[in-house]
């Protein structure tokens, strides 16, 4: 007899995966729990269809970036954002101005993830306090010209643009997160979104003390 389980996928064991980032009383992240809960969004992502795969592969680029990173010989300097973060400066393996030698630092790759995270934040809270008649195509876009977009050259935000009107509609939407009624969608985020603040403020502050939050 063989018993076919489908994996149950819901945005609630993503967003709360963020909380398995944090260490030493919220002041460290786990690299590999990090790109672990990045991994959970991308999967999201993708089950809205191949729209936003120009989106997913860029992501995807950055995940194998940084798990390359883990697996290498180095692999125990990066355990952590502030070991990373250390490590890469402390042996000048970080472009601070202008890209050169290294185009592909670790510290430049999470800053790219870091910043996606800020549009997440920004579009599950509006998503969290819409109403039944909001369009999510609006919710997205606001959310993304109020960050990544302003990194984002003309073409880009151009393309991401014309993707968020392929969006589903917000009951098909809270539908894909696989959570339940409208009702408990607010709830988990509500309950979930917290963790994902905490990360995104403590790579906040750890990006801001040195000077990070530019790097090309
Ligand atoms: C219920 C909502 C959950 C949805 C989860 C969706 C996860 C979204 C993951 C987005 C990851 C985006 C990473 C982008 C990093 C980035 O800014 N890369 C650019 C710069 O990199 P570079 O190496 O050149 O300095 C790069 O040029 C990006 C290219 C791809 C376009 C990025 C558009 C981002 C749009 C925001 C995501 C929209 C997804 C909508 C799905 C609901």
């Known amino acids: 007899l063989v018993v076919i389980v489908e994996e149950k996928f819901t945005l609630r064991e993503v967003l709360v995966s963020f909380k398995s980032c944090l260490v030493d009383n919220d002041e460290d992240v786990i690299v590999e729990h990090y790109l672990n809960g990045w991994k959970g969004l991308v999967r999201f992502m993708n089950s809205l269809g ?15 970036i940084m798990e390359n990173y883990l697996k290498g010989e180095n692999g125990e300097r990066y355990r952590t954002l502030q070991s990373m973060v250390e490590y890469e400066l402390s042996s000048d393996l970080v472009d601070v101005t202008k890209r050169g030698s290294h185009p592909e630092s670790g510290c430049r790759t999470v800053l790219r993830l870091h910043r996606a995270l800020r549009w997440l934040q920004l579009f599950l809270e509006k998503l969290r306090t819409s109403s039944e008649d909001s369009k999510t195509s609006t919710l997205c876009s606001e959310a993304y010209n109020d960050s990544l977009a302003n990194y984002h050259p003309w073409i880009i935000r151009k393309t991401a643009t014309v993707a968020f009107l392929a969006l589903p509609a917000r009951n098909m939407f809270f539908e894909v997160m696989n959570v339940g009624t409208a009702e408990d969608v607010v709830d988990m985020l509500g309950e979930a979104m917290p963790y994902v603040s905490k990360v995104y403020d403590f790579t906040q502050e750890l990006y801001s003390q040195h000077n990070l939050l530019d790097l090309p």
Do not use: P
């Open 50 to 64: 191949t729209i936003f795969s120009f989106v997913s592969k860029d992501a995807v680029n950055k995940i194998q």
